[in-house]
């Protein structure tokens, strides 16, 4: 299958390699890469090899932990970084029935969330609309938020307007992303131990596995829901995107976008906060915090 590199919109950022494999199996192959249940991710000078499915099991032991209870729930997938960062991933999208059997599993799709929203129902993908921006973030129901944009409007339509909360309310998105930073959070979507990813997460990981996460993280052709029709897009084209917690300066937020252009092509990206998209958690002592990196839009 193949990776091209990640874009920036219509900016290439190439993989760096300040983040170099460190350990080597018994061919002298690197081989940093771990799933849940010691399965090993055979590493080749091509890069990585698509990953088995992570050791998933359907009863945590009786004296589990929150957080091992949400690992027996989700499986998980770790990526060894360097020998100081081993990230821990949820081995499927919230809301999905199951781990992805490729990229275009149905039962791996998941549910569909706008930007820093809790889960209230809203990002179940037959929930009602409505066309009333809340304004508060700890919204009270479970409709999905639209808003429906004429043309001739759109000279004079604030950007913040593709909001599903009011201008007047976390305009920079600063509360949204505080609330997907921290688990302890009441807007925090991810089970226990585990939050939103962050920008650089996923700029990470794609400079350790040389862009091959996709596979190796079992993302999927999730789709999108519009932000102006309520409208679940999945078969428009093969595309899938996925929220992480950053936001640039000005509006939107930033996501990781996945789609098939003769080859899997990931590009980092920046969506409208009101449209509905996947989320794939990762645990919160294995995240970035450092200041994101920027995209230019």
């Not at 989700?74 to 990230?87: A, M, S």
């Not at 519009?226 to 078969?235: A, L, P, R």
């Not at 509006?251 to 990781?256: D, Q």
């Amino acid at each position: 299958m193949k990776t091209k590199q990640l874009k920036a919109l219509t900016t290439v950022l190439a993989f760096s390699t300040l983040l170099a494999f460190t350990g080597c199996d018994e061919e002298g192959l690197p081989s940093e890469y771990q799933l849940v249940g010691g399965n090993s991710l055979a590493v080749a000078s091509q890069g990585l090899t698509q990953a088995s499915d992570p050791v998933l099991l359907t009863t945590p032991p009786p004296s589990a932990t929150c957080e091992e209870a949400t690992e027996a729930e989700y499986g998980t997938i770790e990526f060894r970084i360097d020998e100081n960062l081993t990230q821990v991933w949820l081995a499927k999208n919230l809301g999905a029935s199951r781990i992805a059997t490729d990229f275009n599993d149905t039962e791996a799709y998941g549910d569909r969330y706008q930007w820093g929203r809790a889960t209230d129902g809203h990002e179940k993908r037959d929930s009602n609309i409505t066309l009333t921006q809340a304004d508060i973030i700890e919204v009270e129901h479970g409709e999905f938020i639209i808003n429906r944009l004429i043309l001739e409007q759109l000279p004079q339509i604030h950007i913040l307007s593709f909001d599903w909360v009011e201008p007047s309310v976390d305009d920079n998105g600063s509360l949204r992303t505080e609330g997907w930073s921290n688990e302890e959070t009441s807007t925090q979507v991810c089970p226990c131990g585990y939050v939103v990813p962050s920008l650089n997460d996923f700029f990470i990981l794609g400079n350790a596995t040389n862009g091959t996460f996709p596979q190796d993280l079992k993302l999927v052709f999730s789709g999108t829901r519009n932000f102006q029709s309520g409208e679940d897009e999945i078969h428009t084209y093969p595309f899938g995107y996925y929220w992480t917690r950053d936001r640039p300066s000005f509006s939107g937020a930033y996501l990781v976008d996945i789609f098939d252009d003769a080859g899997i092509e990931i590009r980092l990206n920046i969506g409208n906060r009101a449209n509905g998209n996947a989320i794939r958690c990762i645990r919160q002592d294995t995240s970035n915090y450092d200041t994101p990196i920027q995209i230019d839009n």
